[in-house]
């Protein structure tokens, strides 16, 4: 067996590839792969501070990174909404789409409210 790495990734581009959740762990490598591969890489994040930090990361690594930041809430049907209409207006075609977001409650935090519980299936299910 032949152990994959990003380098086998074929050139992007010209493509347009979105990748939700971004910011942190295995979506911001990913973005950071692709971007270096040459494609125009959406960031699609939940907060844009930390999608802004996220984007500087790539461009420090990948000088010519080709990067968009959009906000996406996919705990939110109206933020998905929005976001998809304002991609749509700017994106003729998307030729790939990650669906990496994801989000947990992690131990020891407080116990979850009524709002708060519809977040996590909220996300997996709009994510695929």
Do not use: F, Y
């Amino acid at each position: 067996m032949t152990k994959w790495t990003t380098a086998k990734i074929p050139d992007q581009s010209g493509r347009t590839a979105i990748v939700t959740g971004a910011n942190t762990g295995l979506g911001l490598e990913t973005a950071k792969a692709l971007a270096a591969k040459g494609a125009h890489v959406v960031l699609a994040v939940r907060n844009l501070t930390k999608g802004e930090a996220a984007a500087e990361w790539i461009i420090r690594s990948v000088r010519d990174a080709d990067l968009e930041l959009q906000r996406l809430d996919l705990g939110s049907l109206a933020s998905v909404r929005e976001a998809a209409d304002e991609i749509r207006t700017k994106h003729e075609t998307i030729d790939l789409l990650i669906n990496n977001a994801g989000v947990m409650t992690p131990p020891g935090r407080p116990p979850a409210t009524a709002s708060s519980c519809s977040s996590a299936p909220t996300t997996s299910a709009t994510s695929p």
